[in-house]
């Protein structure tokens, strides 16, 4: 999904990501920091279904991909990687 992340651009840290209900976060675990992508969903189909979603109490459920419902558009993953690279120091390797 993210091919090239760079660093945290508070701390160098290596990010890591999420992606459920209805958004795609890239955050560090060292420093804390964290950056959410909200709306980037469609409601037509793509190659980027949504099979999973968070429940009140933090745990996680699980949607069948026949009663899908929502898509991440096909270039949500590529606009939130932009956008968190626009502010690192560099692509790590």
Not at 15 to 26: A, K, L
Not at 65 to 77: F, M, N, P, R
């Amino acid at each position: 999904m993210f091919e090239n992340l760079s660093a945290c651009p508070f701390c160098g840290g290596i990010p890591f990501t999420d992606s459920w209900d209805r958004g795609i976060t890239i955050g560090c675990e060292p420093c804390g920091y964290r950056r959410p992508f909200p709306g980037l969903l469609q409601t037509t189909e793509s190659p980027s279904p949504i099979t999973e979603y968070a429940n009140g109490d933090g745990s996680r459920r699980s949607v069948a991909l026949t009663d899908v419902k929502e898509w991440y558009h096909a270039d949500a993953y590529k606009k939130a990687e932009a956008a968190w690279n626009a502010r690192s120091g560099g692509v790590l390797s």
